[in-house]
Structure formats: C-alpha cells, structure tokens
C-alpha cells in the first residue's frame, strides 16, 4: 500500500512539474515572440488609440460602449474608429454633386435616422453596401465621410493592410472583427478605401490566406445582409469597379458613380474654393471653368492653392529679402496681397504641362484664360 501510495504521489508530482515546465516554456516563447515581432509597438500603440477613441463615444453616447469586452481583434480594429466630432466634412463642403447627395438622403441617411417609418417595410431599409466609383481626385472620400456625419453613425475608416498579418490563420480573425466590432458599435459605416485592391475578382493564382479572407469577409457581409435590424453599411471606393469581384458588387447594390466634373460643377467648385479666399476683382471664375476641362475637384483645389502659394511668395521677396525696419505683425498680415487672375494663370498652366506630360490631360485642352 505504501508503494503504492509513494508512486501516486510521485505522478502527481511528476504532472504538476511537466504543467509548470509546459507553462513556463510558453510563455518564454510568447515574450520572446513579441519581443521579435515588429509589429508589436505598433499593435500596442493601435490599442491604446482604440481605447481612447472608444472612450470618447461612450461618453457622447447615450448607450455606453462595453469597451472590456472587445477582443484583442475588435481593439485593433477600433483604432480605426473616427469620432463624430473628428469629421470637418459635410454637405456644404462638396459642390456640384447635389443630385448624388439628394439621392444618398433618400437612400442611405434617411432609413437610418428615421428607422421608424420604415419599420413595416424591408424593400426601404439603408443598403448593407454602398459603392462609389469614378476617377480619382472627385470626392468620394469626402462624400463618405460626410454621408457618416450627416446621418450620425459611428464611422471606422478601414485601412485593409491591417488585415493581412502574417500568422497564419491571423487574417481571418481581423476580417470577423471588423464586423463584430461594427454590430456592437452599430448604426457604423465601414468605409474601404481603394475596395478594388482588397476584394478584387478571385482568381486561381490566389494566395490561400488571400482566398480565405476574402470568403470570411464576404460571408459575414451575408450576415449583414438577412439581419434587418442591423445598421451596419460597407461603403467602398473605387476608380476601377470593373476589377471587383461579381460577389461584391451583388452585396452592394446602392452604387453611385461620380464623374469628372463639367462646367457649370467646376464653377461651383472653384466659388467654393475660394469662398472665403481674399481674391482680386479681377478674378474670372467662369473663365477658370471653361479652361479647366479634364481637371477634378482635388486637382482645382490644388490649383487655387498653387495660386495662393504665389503671393506668400511675393510678400517674403518684398519683406523678407527687402525689409523695411521694425514693422509689428499687423503691417505683414496686411502686406499679403489677394489672389490675383494672373497668379490663377499661372497655376493653371504649370499644372496643365504637368498633367499633358503624365497623359491624363489631352494637348488638345481649350484654353480661355488669355
């Protein structure tokens, strides 16, 4: 019976050194791999944003956010969060897309601002997916931004290189996360900037991480899909829709396509560009907008800062290189000299050169500034 008592004992014991070896051996490597990883300052400094971006709406919330029960997943997700109050962009910073606003007022904001009278319906409720397309520099960033901010949603601005992680089984994890986190922080717009780089059409040279991601993502969007309570929206911007994959485009059906912008929009544009800009009478806006044919809103924008940049230009030639004397603050705020048609001129033809040399303007461009 002793010797039988003496060799349970030396089992248990035996199990419990094996239990504290297995255990100090894991987490040795653990250390060590995190030690190793690369990414690991960054993980850690994504958390800490995520826990303070998920503060802040809890408190401007009326329903308090359980940021304890997020997972190491959500949490790098939720770095992502953009606060409602960190949104500058609204409606009446786009000019010239005033049907395309009307219509996403219809289509998306009203049904979730007012899900009440909608309540019988499920032909009426917003789109699980919302797509934007068209050429670069038209706003459909702006318009993503200002859809989140007009119809008070939490708004994650998702950066997809986050989901591609180099364990094995990693990526996955991080695409469930993005919808879980937005179902529990719901109504959220998930918006995927360049979409066509992370859902592009599958195909057999596909890496099989790439492949399982892309099915992940996609069958929690069919999650998405059959609930009709869920306010959750993917919204996705492109200027190459013709690279998605069928599957995609079938989970977005609210598509919107934004143009180049034509004269009467590039009026608009330019006015508002210039709104509260000090400009010279000489300044033809109607002439710009003839001229500018080819250009979007980003590169008119540019065009006009181009403009102001010459004058700064010409105020440290005559200040700076020449002063004066002792002359206070005032006197050099003064001094700055409004935009002027001619530094607009200028501009334009620097950045006309610029776009013919790169092949996205035709030599061919009416010019009506002279």
Same mark, same amino acid.
């Given at each position: 019976?002793?010797?039988?008592?003496?060799?349970?004992?030396?089992? /248990?014991?035996?199990?419990?050194?094996?239990?504290?070896?297995?255990? /100090?051996?894991?987490?040795? !490597?653990?250390?060590?791999?995190?030690?190793?990883?690369?990414?690991?300052?960054?993980?850690?400094?994504?958390?800490?944003?995520?826990?303070?971006?998920?503060?802040?709406?809890?408190?401007?919330?009326?329903?308090?956010?359980?940021?304890?029960?997020?997972?190491?997943?959500?949490?790098?997700?939720?770095?992502?969060?953009?606060?409602?109050?960190?949104?500058?962009?609204?409606?009446? +910073?786009?000019?010239?897309?005033?049907?395309?606003?009307?219509?996403? @007022?219809?289509?998306?904001?009203?049904?979730?601002?007012?899900?009440?009278?909608?309540?019988?319906?499920?032909?009426?409720?917003?789109?699980?997916? /919302?797509?934007?397309?068209?050429?670069?520099?038209?706003?459909?960033?702006?318009?993503?931004?200002?859809?989140?901010?007009?119809?008070?949603?939490?708004?994650?601005?998702?950066? &997809?290189?986050?989901?591609?992680?180099?364990?094995?089984?990693?990526?996955?994890?991080?695409?469930?996360?993005?919808?879980?986190?937005?179902?529990? !922080?719901?109504?959220? !717009?998930?918006?995927?900037?360049?979409?066509?780089?992370?859902?592009?059409? @599958?195909?057999?040279?596909?890496?099989?991480?790439?492949?399982?991601?892309?099915?992940?993502?996609?069958?929690?969007?069919?999650?998405?899909?059959? +609930?009709?309570?869920?306010?959750?929206?993917?919204?996705?911007?492109?200027?190459?829709?013709?690279?998605?994959?069928?599957?995609?485009?079938?989970?977005?059906?609210?598509?919107?396509?934004?143009?180049?912008?034509? &004269?009467?929009?590039?009026?608009?544009?330019?006015?508002?560009?210039?709104?509260?800009?000090?400009?010279?009478?000489?300044? +033809?806006?109607?002439?710009?907008? @003839?001229?500018?044919?080819?250009?979007?809103?980003?590169?008119?924008?540019?065009?006009?800062?181009?403009?102001?940049?010459?004058?700064? $230009?010409?105020?440290?030639?005559?200040?700076?290189?020449?002063?004066?004397?002792?002359?206070?603050?005032?006197?050099?705020?003064?001094?700055? $000299?409004?935009?002027?048609?001619? +530094?607009?001129?200028?501009?334009?033809?620097?950045?006309?050169?610029?776009?013919?040399?790169?092949?996205?303007?035709? &030599?061919?461009?009416?010019?009506?500034?002279?």
């Amino acid at each position: 019976m002793a010797d039988t008592a003496f060799s349970k004992v030396e089992v /248990v014991g035996l199990v419990v050194r094996l239990t504290l070896v297995s255990a /100090v051996t894991f987490l040795s !490597i653990k250390w060590i791999m995190n030690q190793v990883d690369p990414t690991n300052k960054t993980k850690k400094k994504a958390r800490r944003r995520a826990e303070e971006q998920l503060k802040r709406l809890s408190a401007s919330s009326n329903a308090p956010l359980a940021i304890e029960k997020l997972n190491d997943y959500e949490m790098m997700i939720a770095a992502h969060l953009v606060h409602p109050q960190d949104i500058k962009i609204s409606w009446q +910073d786009i000019a010239g897309l005033e049907s395309l606003i009307q219509e996403l @007022r219809e289509t998306v904001i009203l049904p979730i601002q007012r899900k009440e009278l909608f309540a019988d319906s499920q032909l009426t409720t917003a789109p699980k997916g /919302v797509l934007l397309h068209g050429p670069p520099g038209c706003g459909k960033t702006l318009i993503a931004k200002a859809t989140a901010k007009e119809a008070g949603t939490r708004f994650i601005n998702l950066d &997809v290189s986050i989901l591609t992680d180099k364990w094995y089984g990693e990526s996955p994890k991080l695409a469930a996360a993005v919808f879980t986190l937005a179902v529990k !922080i719901q109504p959220c !717009i998930v918006f995927i900037d360049e979409i066509d780089s992370f859902l592009r059409a @599958r195909a057999t040279a596909d890496h099989e991480a790439t492949a399982m991601m892309k099915a992940q993502f996609m069958s929690l969007w069919d999650g998405l899909l059959t +609930d009709h309570n869920c306010t959750v929206i993917i919204m996705g911007a492109t200027n190459r829709p013709q690279d998605l994959d069928r599957a995609i485009l079938r989970r977005m059906p609210a598509t919107f396509h934004i143009a180049m912008p034509n &004269v009467a929009q590039r009026r608009q544009i330019i006015r508002l560009i210039l709104e509260n800009e000090p400009i010279s009478e000489d300044v +033809d806006i109607e002439a710009l907008a @003839r001229s500018t044919e080819g250009f979007s809103g980003s590169d008119l924008r540019e065009l006009c800062r181009n403009a102001s940049v010459y004058r700064v $230009r010409d105020y440290l030639r005559n200040h700076i290189e020449h002063p004066r004397g002792n002359e206070d603050d005032d006197v050099y705020h003064d001094a700055l $000299r409004p935009i002027t048609m001619e +530094d607009l001129k200028f501009s334009f033809s620097k950045m006309r050169e610029n776009k013919i040399q790169c092949g996205s303007l035709p &030599v061919q461009t009416r010019i009506d500034l002279d």
